[in-house]
């Protein structure tokens, strides 16, 4: 990535929470940026890759903060989706995780790509929820 923003970073800086309230304390307490979390994911994805590589014999189950899909996403500004969802297509069809739990969409769409199904375990802003008691029972029979 060049040192101009994309489209939608730009998008994501100007209309996301995180960005005006996260600070970065490895950088002076600067305010988040888009490239702070590109260069995150990018780091995290090499390593999830290389763990999702290794031999295992059973289940493999992946919990990411980020959704690893768009088709997860029930409405979204396309200049923006890629702040709530990657699209991991290839590494999940590649290695073929049972499950993909995440949060950070706080809708409650689950979706699949291949044989994983992708399973949201968001609970969402406090006045998002009416029975936050409710919605962890729903999450631990989904599991
Ligand atoms: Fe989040």
């Known amino acids: 990535m060049g040192a101009g923003r994309t489209i939608n970073e730009s998008h994501a800086s100007a209309r996301m929470n995180d960005f005006r309230h996260i600070r970065v304390a490895s950088k002076g307490y600067r305010k988040l940026r ?24 059973g289940q493999t189950f992946v919990a990411t903060h980020h959704a690893p899909h768009p088709s997860v996403l029930e409405k979204h500004d396309g200049n923006i989706a890629a702040a709530y969802a990657s699209d991991l297509s290839e590494l999940i069809l590649k290695h073929r995780p049972e499950r993909w739990f995440f949060r950070h969409w706080h809708g409650v769409r689950n979706s699949s790509v291949g044989d994983t199904q992708l399973i949201n375990v968001s609970l969402g802003y406090p006045d998002e ?15």
Do not use: T
């Open 34 to 57: 888009p490239s702070d979390l590109v260069l995150a994911h990018r780091n995290q994805l090499d390593w999830l890759s290389g763990a999702l590589a290794e031999d295992f014999d």
């Open 129 to 143: 929820i009416a029975d936050p008691a409710a919605r962890i029972r729903d999450l631990i029979f989904e599991i």
